[in-house]
């Protein structure tokens, strides 16, 4: 089955830097987009970033307006792990950060989130 485990969460000050995992298995992993997707207390989920993979060996990447120039999604196909490094971080950027796997065998999957706590 569909596992995908985060890591690499932790307590930061303002500015500082945070490089996240997920871990993947239980799918073709190469052949599929992921995203990370993010929830503060008290609100609602928020998409981040996202990766597509070409058989081209082609990828390309998108972002929320409110990380750009600060977080980059990539991937490492054979590992099958799933990154996003964060630089410059704000204490609005406090959340479970999650990675998905949208749209397989016509459901999402995520898994059980990593804290990022972001201290001014």
């Known amino acids: 089955q569909v596992q995908l485990v985060e890591s690499g969460g932790g307590s930061v000050q303002f500015g500082g830097s945070l490089r996240l995992s997920c871990a993947a298995s239980?799918?073709?992993?190469?052949?599929?987009?992921l995203e990370w997707i993010r929830q503060a207390p008290g609100k609602g989920i928020e998409w981040v970033a996202a990766?597509?993979?070409?058989?081209?060996?082609?990828?390309?990447?998108r972002y929320a307006d409110f990380v750009k120039g600060r977080f980059t999604i990539s991937r490492d196909n054979a590992k099958t792990t799933l990154y996003l490094q964060m630089n410059n971080l704000k204490p609005e950027d406090t959340a479970t950060y999650f990675c998905?796997?949208?749209?397989?065998?016509?459901?999402?999957?995520w898994g059980q989130g990593t804290q990022v706590t972001v201290s001014s």
């Open positions: 998905k796997l949208p749209d397989y065998r016509d459901r999402d999957y």
């Open positions: 239980g799918f073709p992993f190469k052949d599929y987009a």
């Open positions: 990766i597509n993979t070409y058989h081209s060996g082609g990828e390309t990447t």
